[in-house]
C-alpha cells in the first residue's frame, strides 16, 4: 500500500503518515486515542500542537512518544495551528485528528489512507459515531451527519465550476464537506493549499479549494472515530449562529432572504418560540405535536375560523419556528415523549433553530447595510467562545 | 416542586435568554394556549367533522378519520385523489394505501402517500393529496378503489372502527380497509 500510494519523494522510513492533534486539556481520556493510534496496523509519528495544557496532556503524549510543540493559548487558530503542526512532518500524507475522537479499529488508518491510491484525491474524511454516553441531542447530531453525508464512501468532486455554483446550499455542502474532527490529507496538495488561518470551519475551507482547483475529496464512511459532545443549550447557540454566519460565505451562497427585514421582526419571532420553548419545559407538556397547533391559536384566529376553515397550519410560522419543531421530531422520534425527555431536547433545539435564524438575518442584513447597533452586540457575544 | 430535569432545562433556557438579551429589544414573549380557544376549537372540529361524515366517513383506529374524498382523472392521464381526515390527535408516522383494483381483485397501480402529520391544523383537519399517472394500456374497465392506513415503524394495518357510506374490503384479504368506490377507466 505505502508503495502504491505514497508521493515517493516525500516517503520517509516505512512511515507513510503522521498524526496531527491540537491539545488543550486533553483529560485522561487522551489516552485512549493515542492507544487506538498505537494499536493501528499502519506505523505512524504523532504532532501535538499544544495551547496551554496543564492537566498532564503533554505528559501522557510524551510516553507516546508524540513530537511537542507547544504555543500561547491566545495564538491558537484552527487554520493556522494545525498548519504549524503539518509543517513538522515529513510523511506524504496527513491525518487531522481532534484530541477527543478515538479511532475505531487497528485498520482505521489503513482505511483511511486507501484513498490517496488515486492521486486526484487529496483528502479523505472519516465517518463520527456518538459516544455512549452521548445524550439525545448530541447522538441526533451525528446521525443526522451520516444520513446526510450517506454510509457508503463517497467521491466528491466537480470539474465544471459553473456546475458547483448552480448548485443549492445543501448539495454545494456535501459536495465539498470535509471534516477535521478526523480526516487525511495529501501533503503535496497542503503546501501550495494550506489551511486558511480562520477561526471556524477552516475544513470546509479547505475541501473547497481542493473542489475548486479540480481535485478529489472522499467520505470513507468504514474509517470511522468515535467522537460526540454533550454541549450546553447557549453553546449550541453560539454553535449554530457562527456556523450559519460563516458556512454560506465559504460556500459562496448568496444571502438567504428568510422574511424577517427588520430587528422588531426578528425579536417578535424570537421572542414567542422562546415563549413557546419556556411553556414546554414550565408545563407538563408532554404531547408536544398538539402543542405545537395551539400555541399561538388565539380567539383572534378561532373567529376568522370559519372563512379559512380547512386551511392547515393556521398557526403562524417561521422558519426558526419550523427547524425548531423539526428537531423536536427528529430527536424524539414518533413514539409520544415524556416531559423529562421532551425538556432535555426543548433548550437545544431552540438554540440550535434560533441560532441559524439570527445568522441568517445577520448575513441578509449585512448585504443590505442595515445592521443595528443592537444586532451588532449580539453578534459580538454569539461569535465569540466557539 | 419542579423536578431536578425540570430546573436544569429552565437553567438550560435562561442561559439563552441571557445571551439574545444583549439585543435592547429582546424580551420573552408569553405564549400559553388558552383552554378555552383549545375547547372551542376542538368542537369546532368535531362539529366539521360531524357534519361532513353525516352521510360518509372511514374511521381507522378510532382516531383517524377519513371524512371525505375525490377521485378525479385529469386531462393528463393523471388521477388525482385528494382526501380530509379528522385525527383525533396528530398522526404520527402513518401512511395511507390507495390501491386501484380491477374486477379480478388484482392491484393495477396505486397512490399510497404519507400522511403530513405537521399539516394538522388546530381543527383537527389533515388533507391529504396524491397524484398518480394512469399507467397507459395497461388497463381499462371498472376500477376499485381500496383504502386502508398503516404504520410502516410497525408494518401493521390500523383496524375500520367505524363505517358510514362505505365498505369494508373483505373479499380479497384486505379486512382493515375500505371500498371507496368503483370507476370507469
Not at chain 1, 450559519?244 to 427585514?261: A, F, S
Request: with cysteine; aromatic share 10%; hydrophobic share 40%.
Amino acid at each position: 500500500m505505502a508503495s502504491a500510494c505514497a508521493d515517493g519523494a516525500n516517503v520517509v522510513s516505512d512511515v507513510l503518515a503522521s498524526i496531527v492533534i491540537p491539545t488543550k486539556n486533553a483529560g485522561p481520556e487522551f489516552r485512549q486515542t493515542l492507544d487506538a493510534i498505537r494499536r493501528q496496523t499502519l506505523k505512524s509519528e504523532i504532532f501535538i500542537v499544544d495551547s496551554g495544557s496543564t492537566d498532564g496532556t503533554l505528559q501522557l503524549a510524551t510516553d507516546f512518544g508524540a513530537h511537542i510543540t507547544t504555543i500561547a493559548p491566545e495564538t491558537f487558530n484552527h487554520g493556522a495551528t494545525r498548519n504549524l503542526g503539518v509543517g513538522q512532518t515529513r510523511t506524504p500524507f496527513c491525518i487531522m485528528l481532534v484530541q477527543d475522537a478515538v479511532p475505531v479499529g487497528d485498520e482505521w488508518l489503513e482505511t483511511l489512507l486507501s484513498p490517496f491510491c488515486d492521486n486526484r484525491v487529496v483528502g479523505v474524511t472519516a465517518q463520527q459515531v456518538p459516544r455512549a454516553d452521548s445524550n439525545a441531542v448530541a447522538r441526533w447530531q451525528v446521525e443526522y451527519r451520516i444520513r446526510f453525508l450517506g454510509d457508503r464512501p463517497r467521491v466528491q468532486e466537480d470539474s465544471d465550476w459553473g456546475h458547483f455554483l448552480d448548485l443549492g446550499f445543501q448539495e454545494r455542502l456535501r459536495l465539498a464537506s470535509f471534516d477535521n474532527v478526523c480526516s487525511g490529507i495529501r501533503r503535496s496538495f497542503w503546501e501550495t493549499h494550506p489551511f486558511r488561518p480562520v477561526s471556524f470551519a477552516e475544513d470546509l475551507d479547505w475541501g473547497m479549494h481542493a473542489i475548486k482547483a479540480g481535485f478529489r475529496l472522499v467520505y470513507s464512511p468504514d474509517a470511522q472515530v468515535i467522537h460526540s459532545h454533550n454541549r450546553p443549550a447557549a453553546y449550541h447557540l453560539k454553535r449554530s449562529y457562527v456556523s450559519g454566519r460563516i458556512v454560506p460565505g465559504i460556500l459562496e451562497m448568496n444571502p438567504l432572504d428568510n422574511g424577517v427585514h427588520t430587528d422588531a421582526e426578528l425579536l417578535r419571532s424570537l421572542g414567542e418560540l422562546c415563549g413557546e420553548a419556556r411553556t414546554l419545559v414550565d408545563d407538563q407538556v408532554t404531547d408536544w405535536r398538539s402543542f405545537r397547533e395551539y400555541a399561538r391559536f388565539g380567539i383572534r384566529d378561532l373567529l376568522r375560523t370559519p372563512i379559512r376553515l380547512l386551511q392547515p397550519n393556521s398557526a403562524p410560522s417561521t422558519p426558526m419556528r419550523g427547524n425548531f419543531y423539526f428537531i423536536l421530531d427528529q430527536v424524539l422520534g414518533p413514539n409520544e415523549a415524556t416531559a423529562a425527555s421532551l425538556r432535555s431536547v426543548v433548550p437545544a433545539a431552540l438554540a440550535e433553530a434560533a441560532g441559524a435564524f439570527i445568522a441568517e438575518y445577520y448575513n441578509w442584513c449585512e448585504a443590505n447595510g442595515t445592521v443595528s447597533d443592537g444586532l451588532r452586540r449580539l453578534d459580538q457575544v454569539l461569535s465569540k467562545g466557539v | 416542586m419542579p423536578s431536578p430535569e425540570q430546573i436544569e432545562a429552565g437553567r438550560e433556557l435562561d442561559g439563552i435568554f441571557e445571551l439574545l438579551q444583549v439585543h435592547p429589544g429582546f424580551e420573552v414573549a408569553a405564549v400559553r394556549p388558552s383552554p378555552f380557544v383549545m375547547r372551542a376549537t376542538t368542537a369546532l372540529g368535531l362539529t366539521v367533522k360531524w357534519v361532513l361524515s353525516w352521510s360518509f366517513c372511514a374511521e381507522f383506529n378510532r382516531s383517524l378519520t377519513l371524512i371525505s374524498f375525490r377521485v378525479r382523472l385529469e386531462a393528463s392521464s393523471m388521477i388525482a385523489l385528494n382526501l380530509l381526515w379528522h385525527a383525533e390527535s396528530v398522526p404520527v408516522n402513518c401512511s395511507v394505501f390507495v390501491h386501484f383494483i380491477d374486477e379480478t381483485g388484482a392491484i393495477r397501480f396505486q397512490a399510497d402517500h404519507p400522511l403530513p402529520s405537521g399539516q394538522v391544523g388546530p381543527l383537527r383537519l389533515l388533507p391529504s393529496q396524491a397524484r398518480v399517472p394512469m399507467p397507459q394500456g395497461l388497463f381499462t374497465g371498472l376500477c376499485t378503489v381500496r383504502l386502508g392506513v398503516w404504520s410502516p415503524a410497525t408494518n401493521a394495518h390500523f383496524p375500520v372502527t367505524r363505517l358510514r357510506g362505505c365498505t369494508r374490503d373483505s373479499s380479497h384479504g384486505y379486512p382493515d380497509a375500505v371500498i371507496l368506490g368503483s370507476y370507469y377507466l
